[in-house]
């Protein structure tokens, strides 16, 4: 399983940089906007256990390019110090948009597409005369600085050079299956039984993937689909693309023309280097006329909108040969276009039955009398987890003490932060998690607090309390809201998840990171996934998980708010810990798929 990299929190200092936000995340590494001397760089973590001899690969290739068009390496170094259990790699800030999100929003022109492919292929040109490959050549792993619209190639993680030693066993190096050119994909049908057999990406593997970047700018789509991955591969070798000004009326001929150049089938068929690829862009802008300045794509607008009855007529207009698709800003719909129906349901913790209950626990406390708090309470033996320096296995073993037993609790402090969690305990085969039946001491905690405030309140005799306001907002990690949609989870939707997997209890939390356990299965997520993030300790107990790992070691970004069982955003704090680091709370909780954290 692969949790998240590195979880810093803004303000967190690595190697001298204050951490302000995340940037992006990988399965490997995690990128960050920090500052240094009131200027901004790139902050690439890389945990080292896993990423091995990869991250010297990376800082090699950077030495080696010095190009306006390649991201800048500032600097190298390992943290924490004394005991590194991370590389760090300072590079240039792009201020600005990755190209798929740029294309997106700006839904640009011809002339401004091939401007920016100009760029990548003047990177590439560069890159390829040092003798390096960079391997991943896709939309994601170009910048557009919004200064000034310049394209900058950056992530040269699986990246290559003259001489270098090889790191991988598989039969095909690291890279994007969806930007493999024909030659890896037809060397893999023919080697893929023979023991030892490497393919060797050369100079015109980056080219093919340059093509199909560049197809999907002037067209929307990619040049190859399938049914199945089999299906793909096949499309990769043997069919020919329908030609980009074919596919979309707008796009000139000479833009069309590089393209289809670059998807030839062969590589001796290909255009030779990234050189001629210069050359030929900057012929073509030279001779393009008026007819490259209109956007390429129809914009979205009310003009564009698709209710229920309308879907034939959109069918027929999706289907339209030479269509062009739709790029642009969306309008947000208005109340009187939200569908009504076919509508979704979502899980829901019942609000407002659960406030109807504690409202009527309220006024039924301020009539006890007062000999009522020594009632007997018929509860459970609760479990408190207590912070630790051991690890996480040696917890595991901790024997219980007392009537509160002590269980596993790992709360690594904000600057060790790769192992996201609070809490491991061993989990069960068939967890079985209670999650509306808490014990009665819960129930009265809560009914408690709520009677003494109301009772403040009414009397004006106690101290004004400590107030801690919420968290800030916070984007979502890059790609999330996509990795959750692809999965069936929408904007909105909540589900159940634990702390720990065992009968509900009350245990100690830290700020920092943090772990909770998915219960059942949600959507495209099954039961158990693991939900890594961290802890915000105020008045309540935020937590912001920014990372799924499934119990079959998937891992993808998600923005997931922890929410209370009874559906409030954080966690209440329990009696017994008031400190602004850490905290006592319930351990069954709720998640919500948001867009962005409050």
Known sequence: MRPPPAILVPGAEVLGYAVERQLGQGGFSTVYLAHNGGKPFALKLLHLPRVGERVEREVSILLKLRHPHVVGLQGYGLWPPGEPRFAVIVMEYVDGRRLDVWADEENPSARQVARVML???????????????????????????????????????????????????????????????????????????????????????????????????????????????AGFIEAVLTQKPTSPCEENERVPH??????????????????????????????????????????LCDAFGEDTATTEGQQDSFEKWRNRPRHRPRRGVRAPPSRAEAPTTQVKPRRSFRVWAVMRMVLALVAAVALLPRGAERFPEAVTPRQEVAPTDKSPQSDRAAAPNGPEATAAAVALPATHQEVAATVTTQTPETPSIPLSSKPARKVRSVMTRAAGTAAC???????????????????????????????????????????????PQI???????????????????????????????????????TWATTPDGDSFPVCLEVL???????????????????????????????????
């Open 119 to 229: 760029d990548v292929a003047r990177a590439l040109a560069a890159t390829h005369a040092a003798g390096v490959l960079h391997r991943d050549v896709k939309e994601a792993n170009v910048m557009v600085r919004a200064s000034d619209g310049l394209a900058k190639l950056v992530d040269f993680g699986i990246g290559d050079y003259t001489g270098a030693r090889g790191l991988t066993e598989d039969i095909l190096p690291p890279g994007t299956p969806e930007y493999r050119a024909p030659e890896a994909w037809r060397y893999f049908r023919q080697h893929a039984r023979i023991p030892g057999a490497r393919y060797v990406a050369s100079a015109p593997d980056d080219l093919w993937a340059l093509g199909v970047v560049l197809y999907w700018l002037l067209t929307g789509r990619k040049p190859f689909d399938g049914e199945d991955d």
């Open 254 to 295: 000479a833009l069309s023309d590089v393209c289809m150049r670059l998807l030839e089938k062969t590589s001796e068929a290909r255009t030779p280097n990234a050189l001629a690829v210069v050359t030929t862009l900057e012929e073509a802008l030279r001779s393009a006329d008026a007819e490259w300045d209109v956007p």
């Open 457 to 503: 309140t009414a009397l004006m005799a106690c101290p004004g309390p400590q107030v801690r306001p919420p968290p800030p907002p916070e984007p979502c990690p890059i790609g999330a809201v996509k990795a959750m949609n692809a999965r069936s989870i929408r904007i909105g939707d909540t589900h159940g998840a634990v702390f720990v997997f065992s009968n």
């Open 507 to 545: 245990i100690s939390v830290h700020e920092g990171p943090a772990r909770l356990i998915l219960v059942g299965p949600w959507e495209g997520l099954p039961s158990k996934t693991e939900l890594s993030g961290r802890l915000i300790m105020r008045d309540r107990v935020y937590g912001r998980l």
């Open 564 to 598: 209370a069982e009874e559906g409030d955003r954080g966690m209440a704090r329990e009696p017994g810990d008031d400190s602004p680091t850490s905290a006592r709370i319930y351990t069954t909780a709720g998640v919500k798929a948001v867009r962005e954290f409050e």
